[in-house]
């Protein structure tokens, strides 16, 4: 466990306490919790997974690790010969990376996959680039950053259409494509760690939370048929792109009922007549009012799902 690098801050962050303490505690290096206390249940309140500062990593098993800067996430990976790295996220948190990187390694970073195309996960590379690593996307990223260029995103050397084996030092990292969901080019990330335990899966879920407010860029009914996917994978535990470091599998399982809760009674109320600027007001699943963000967010749910049935989009 890397207890340089932990810090009281993070702790909160991952602990049953987290949610009522402002994330301004000064950086003690402190005992991290083991995961098992890392996957208690995150508590209802109005936390936001935006709006956490500092950054710190978290030793998951030997060899993986999750970095967090501010509320994104992603995870490393340090075999014999060097580092399979994901997300850098942007240029300053990727500094930050590599240096945390060289706390337990001075192995080159050899690969940075990117888990999809958005601009808070992918930017920032360069400093890997620069020594040596290889970029890694699905091929449907590329379009995305042709399109929409970013000077901070490296482009990718390799790229995949359904799944591709990171192999280094004896370690792999199986990267794997359900198909549009969140985006195109959304990919999940297993690592071979104690029999492909955890799942690094980006925006899929957020443990604990209700979905973004207006939940950009989801294609509904493909993100019901690919969390349903993700249940029937063989893993127990999700580390998100956002949030908590791990949660319980069980937590795209709560994503997808809330979703087909409140799909199910917003196109009731559209069936039954009501008026559509009532919907958003009107149309509740109360059994999901205990999730984190539920009050905030529920009426710009509502509302991309009217989108949805309106245009089959
Ligand atoms: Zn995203």
């Not at 690098?5 to 505690?25: D, E, K, N, R, Y």
């Not at 997974?49 to 996430?73: H, K, M, N, W």
């Not at 901070?152 to 990171?166: N, S």
Request: glycine letters at 8%.
């Amino acid at each position: 466990m890397n207890l340089k690098t932990f810090t009281a801050a993070a702790l909160l962050a991952a602990s049953s306490a987290w949610a009522q303490t402002p994330a301004t505690a000064p950086p003690v290096p402190v005992t991290p919790p083991s995961p098992a206390e890392l996957l208690k249940p995150a508590p209802n309140s109005s936390w936001s997974a935006f709006s956490v500062r500092g950054s710190d990593v978290i030793e998951l098993a030997p060899g993986l690790y999750t970095f967090r800067y501010q509320g994104t996430r992603n995870i490393f990976m340090v075999t014999k010969d060097g580092v399979i790295a994901s997300d850098p996220i942007n240029t300053e948190a990727a500094k930050l990376l590599r240096a945390e990187i060289r706390k337990v390694t001075d192995k080159p970073v050899k690969y940075v996959v990117y888990s999809h195309n958005h601009w808070d996960h992918a930017p920032g590379g360069q400093i890997f680039k620069d020594e040596g690593a290889k970029f890694i996307s699905h091929k449907n990223c590329v379009a995305h950053f042709k399109d929409k260029p970013n000077p901070d995103i490296v482009m990718p050397d390799i790229t995949f259409e359904k799944t591709y084996a990171v192999k280094l030092g004896g370690r792999k990292l199986d990267l794997i494509y359900l198909g549009v969901n969140h985006g195109d080019c959304l990919i999940f990330m297993q690592p071979d760690t104690e029999g492909g335990k955890y799942l690094f899966g980006v925006d899929i879920a957020t443990p604990g939370g209700a979905p973004l407010t207006y939940i950009p860029v989801y294609d509904l009914h493909n993100w019901l048929r690919t969390l349903k996917e993700l249940e029937a994978m063989n893993f127990s535990v999700l580390i998100p792109g956002h949030g908590v470091p791990i949660a319980d599998k069980s937590s795209l399982n709560e994503r997808r009922r809330y979703m087909e809760a409140l799909m199910a009674a917003v196109k009731k109320a559209i069936d039954e007549g009501m008026p559509g600027n009532e919907i958003p007001d009107k149309v509740r699943v109360p059994e999901f009012a205990y999730l984190r963000g539920y009050e905030t967010n529920i009426r710009d749910n509502v509302r991309r799902i009217q989108t949805y049935y309106g245009i089959g989009e």
